[in-house]
């Protein structure tokens, strides 16, 4: 089957149109480096299939990241029949810069003008467009699908080759001298691409490095400018005399006055978060869970009271009752949430404010060894950290991808929303508003930290290329807001039906049958108990020996929200319902009990810090390798129960001794710290004289 390639610069509408084309529904957003991988499916033209490929973002065909060379390497194989380049009409000029350099190649193109906006920047002449470029133009709008089937029917055409004027102007003799096998074609490309002085064209095409060195000699030392400055100059005069320009600056906002200023960005960020987080995890997100548990209550009920007439109480329907019904309602009742949380995230990507967030985190992330395109990853990280190691694979620089990668489980998941909201419920009620948002930052400062020492020590990352751009401010559509929440709840439907119930069912069945195999209904002498009793000591000095919430740990390890169905299906309750596990925890007579706040704090830092599923494991191991995975799982552990252990003997010495004491013995503790620290820098600084040539690297001046 026959390939068209789908290519443009990042944030032009490309996986709109690919969805648009082949009726799919991945993932669109309006950053850098959403797609950084390519994407087939088919697509039908006529009476004719074709496979439609959807690559990364790029600006040019000298790629300066990632996902800019997987989409070179892409198009330079040259397997496919024609390319359909999208650009955004807002952005003529530096779209249709990729598109001369397509051009140039004599590549079969198709370019697709997509209108993005209302306001448009420019109003174009498709016609006049297309004789100047001597491609088929075509003014389209992907979201609505305007033009689109127009578009299909342009790519069965033939392009008649029209030579492009401002290549004429250049000298390219003397290096098409040099590569006299070549036919006249491949001559001026190999000659536009050593005026680019493109190292990757040459190496993908079997050149060695002395080799390449001697074809750079031979073109001026501003070859690159020349040839840009000629491509600018062409663009200039091919806009003026086909597009009409509006009075209108595409991007820019009144509003960045206020969410990008210095003294604003964060504290803004941070109450806009509050305020998604008091939606999702209180009013309207606790609502919806309270409706939704008394539904499920209502057909499980039946269902049960059924199937024990039955099979009476025999273990098969303990099997279907706890295991099954009550951990699929447990987790099902948080539903809500989850999409809540996905549906507010996905509206401040869709509105343009993440573009502006990653601007406004980049210093604070270069100076620990990463880049803003980062923060793309981690954020992605609260959603999903599946999903968001898959995104470190975009960074420039080896190391920070690990280091992305590493930081992911960091960043507090949607899995762990059941945690926070049952346990820490319990024991915090109204202000466990306060304790969500604290263990949020907590995860995300402990990341910056982790990152610090990694770049500091074993992972020194270079300095980076991070290209943005910020789209204007808009409002998504409804259907756009239809398909987010169709995802999440299939996303969340299909992990409950495989995961979830396998891990309830391993669960249930070595927390009912002693080593043995005799079954005990109260789990007492059981598998379970008798693995989790012999590594509760480990735990007691996080203040949580407790022998079920060990367990309940381990069961967290393939997917976190086992850990809240675990501690229903232990403590009995018959049915789904959110207030009674929570009721159940704080009762000594349950088999899962924590017997304060202090300890429940602790617990609550521990599964925000440990370990990530397995899924995370499995794609941390593809993306940066075994050694490093291992690494990294040793890290989360350790810092896991180092932070625990703090949390819970900080807040149990403020609850024996008082606030002003034991405020005043960590205060003394950082001081004394602090000027170690001060002590270490001033010895250092001593030994490396200030006129040193190599003093910034040694000791940082």
Do not use: H
């Given at each position: 089957m026959e390939e068209i390639l789908l290519v443009g610069n990042p944030n032009s509408g490309k996986t709109t149109l690919y969805n648009a084309l082949t009726r799919s529904n991945e993932h669109i957003g309006n950053w850098h480096g959403v797609t950084v991988e390519e994407k087939k499916k088919t697509m039908k033209v006529g009476d004719k299939n074709f496979l439609l490929v959807d690559t990364p973002g790029l600006y040019s065909l000298c790629p300066l990241s990632f996902e800019e060379e997987v989409s070179f390497k892409i198009i330079e194989n040259k397997k496919y029949k024609k390319i359909i380049n999208i650009c955004d009409r807002n952005n003529l000029q530096r779209n249709?810069?990729?598109?001369?350099?397509?051009?140039?190649?004599?590549?079969?193109?198709?370019?697709?003008?997509?209108?993005?906006?209302?306001?448009?920047?420019?109003?174009?002449?498709e016609k006049k467009l297309s004789n100047l470029l001597g491609c088929d133009v075509l003014l389209i709008n992907a979201e609505k699908k305007i033009k689109v089937q127009s578009l299909k029917e342009s790519l069965l055409k033939e392009r008649a080759s029209k030579p492009l004027p401002y290549l004429r102007q250049i000298?390219?003799?003397v290096v098409k001298d040099y590569f006299k096998d070549k036919s006249e074609n491949e001559k001026e490309i190999f000659a536009i691409k050593a005026f680019e002085r493109n190292e990757n064209f040459f190496k993908l095409k079997g050149f060695k490095d002395e080799e390449i060195k001697k074809i750079f000699s031979l073109v001026p030392e501003n070859s690159l400018e020349v040839l840009t400055q000629a491509r600018y100059a062409f663009l200039d005069e091919v806009?003026?005399?086909?597009?009409?320009?509006?009075?209108?600056?595409?991007?820019?906002?009144?509003?960045?006055?206020?969410?990008?200023?210095?003294?604003?960005?964060?504290?803004?960020?941070?109450?806009?978060i509050a305020f998604i987080f008091f939606l999702t995890f209180f009013s309207l997100g606790a609502f919806l869970s309270d409706l939704l548990s008394s539904f499920l209550n209502l057909i499980s009920s039946p269902i049960l009271s059924w199937l024990k007439n039955i099979l009476g109480e025999s273990w098969i329907y303990y099997l279907f009752s706890d295991a099954i019904f009550n951990g699929l309602s447990t987790v099902l009742s948080f539903l809500p949430?989850?999409?809540?949380?996905?549906?507010?995230?996905?509206?401040?990507e869709d509105s343009g404010y993440m573009s502006r967030i990653a601007f406004t985190f980049e210093d604070i992330l270069g100076k620990v060894g990463l880049s803003g395109?980062?923060?793309?990853?981690?954020?992605?990280?609260?959603?999903?950290?599946?999903?968001?190691?898959?995104?470190?694979?975009?960074?420039?620089d080896k190391n920070s991808k690990i280091k992305t990668a590493l930081l992911c489980p960091y960043m507090s998941c949607s899995a762990k929303i059941p945690i926070y909201t049952v346990i820490g419920g319990a024991f915090f009620g109204a202000k466990n508003i306060f304790v969500i948002m604290g263990l949020y930052l907590l995860g995300v400062v402990v990341a910056i930290l982790v990152s610090l020492i990694l770049d500091r020590t074993v992972l020194k990352s270079e300095n980076q290329t991070f290209i943005l751009e910020f789209p204007p401010y808009r409002v998504t559509s409804l259907k756009r807001l239809k398909n987010i929440l169709k995802n999440n709840v299939?996303?969340?439907?299909?992990?409950?039906?495989?995961?979830?119930i396998a891990m309830n069912i391993i669960v249930f069945l070595l927390s009912s049958f002693t080593f043995k195999?005799?079954?005990?209904?109260?789990?007492?002498?059981?598998?379970?108990?008798?693995?989790?009793?012999f590594l509760a000591p480990i735990f007691e000095p996080l203040g949580f020996n407790n022998w079920a919430i060990v367990s309940a740990l381990l069961a967290g390890l393939v997917a976190k929200e086992v850990v809240v169905s675990s501690i229903a299906m232990f403590n009995g309750i018959d049915y789904n319902a959110t207030k009674l596990i929570s009721s159940s925890i704080l009762l000594s007579t349950s088999v899962v009990y924590f017997p304060s706040s202090v300890s429940v704090l602790s617990f609550l830092v521990f599964c925000l810090l440990y370990t990530p599923c397995l899924a995370s494991i499995s794609m941390m191991k593809a993306e940066i390798g075994t050694k490093w995975t291992v690494i990294g799982i040793l890290i989360q552990l350790a810092v896991a129960y180092v932070l625990s252990f703090i949390v819970y003997n900080t807040a149990l010495s403020f609850e024996i001794f008082g606030f002003w004491p034991t405020f005043l013995v960590i205060l003394a503790i950082l001081l004394v710290l602090v000027s170690i620290i001060l002590i270490y820098h001033l010895i250092k600084h001593k030994k490396c004289p200030h006129n040193c040539p190599n003093c910034h690297k040694k000791c940082g001046k």
């Open positions: 249709l810069y990729l598109s001369l350099c397509l051009l140039e190649e004599n590549l079969d193109i198709v370019i697709a003008i997509n209108e993005i906006d209302k306001k448009v920047k420019y109003k174009v002449d000298n390219f003799s806009i003026e005399k086909s597009c009409q320009k509006v009075n209108f600056t595409y991007g820019k906002s009144k509003l960045d006055k206020i969410l990008l200023n210095k003294y604003l960005a964060l504290p803004l960020f941070l109450l806009i949430q989850v999409v809540l949380l996905f549906f507010f995230l996905s509206l401040l395109k980062s923060i793309y990853t981690l954020l992605m990280g609260f959603g999903c950290s599946t999903t968001a190691i898959m995104t470190a694979r975009n960074m420039d299939k996303t969340f439907l299909v992990k409950v039906g495989s995961i979830m195999l005799q079954f005990v209904l109260d789990g007492s002498g059981s598998m379970l108990e008798s693995i989790g009793r």
